[in-house]
């Protein structure tokens, strides 16, 4: 009876944390969606003022959410960022742009009127999104991807991304980053008992996070990868 009693406890107990966690991640999956379906194809190239908007009334909403991301077969991308440097509410954008052989990288801070407050080249950032995990998982599959832990390429911080392409033949991808230390701080304030902890891993046995985000991640080829679940 001890022993039911106990595995009903912790079947209930899991379950609701699942929720909670489904409750945290869930507005990520859904903003991308709902951006390739108001978008469409253009996001970083030729409708990129619309998906700044967008992306911007996303960040305001959703405080879990790091980055918005949109990416084409092209290498065209943009990023749109909450402003570190910039007055309150400011939105920093990142565009890459290719054309006629030519690539230019360009960061723009604007204020909460979409005014252009800064503009800066970067021709050394050699990032291309077409060989990042979260691209190239999304063209894969019919449904929202979720990425394994990985490094930011512009924060340098450790995170996961939700990402989804469109139905055309050759599709855009729109994505949502998520850093693994906000995820983390919703996970330590998790209520599980006395002394529970919750942790998010994938089938695999890999680790994608946890209360302590210095439990997640171990170096590999020195690199950061997942840690893996052992038990």
Do not use: C
């Amino acid at each position: 009876g001890v022993l039911d009693l106990s595995d009903t406890l912790l079947r209930s107990t899991q379950e609701r944390i699942a929720l909670q966690v489904s409750a945290y991640l869930e507005p990520a999956a859904r903003a991308t969606l709902l951006a390739h379906s108001m978008l469409g194809r253009g996001g970083a190239t030729s409708r990129a003022s619309q998906a700044r908007v967008f992306a911007a009334s996303i960040l305001a909403e959703t405080p879990q959410i790091e980055n918005v991301l949109f990416a084409d077969a092209e290498g065209n991308f943009m990023l749109v960022t909450r402003s570190l440097d910039g007055p309150s509410n400011a939105i920093d954008t990142k565009r890459i742009l290719l054309s006629a052989g030519k690539r230019s990288v360009e960061w723009t801070t604007r204020d909460a009127s979409g005014t252009v407050i800064s503009r800066r080249e970067d021709p050394k950032d050699g990032y291309d999104a077409r060989t990042r995990s979260w691209f190239v998982g999304a063209r894969a599959i019919n449904e929202v991807f979720w990425s394994d832990v990985y490094v930011f390429f512009s924060e340098q911080a450790p995170g996961i991304t939700a990402a989804v392409h469109g139905p055309d033949a050759d599709p855009d991808v729109v994505g949502v980053d998520i850093r693994l230390d906000a995820i983390s701080r919703f996970l330590g304030g998790l209520s599980i008992g006395r002394t529970g902890r919750a942790y998010i891993a994938t089938r695999d046995g890999r680790m994608v996070a946890g209360p302590d985000p210095a439990h997640i991640l171990t170096k590999q080829d020195g690199t950061l990868a997942p840690a893996r679940v052992d038990a």
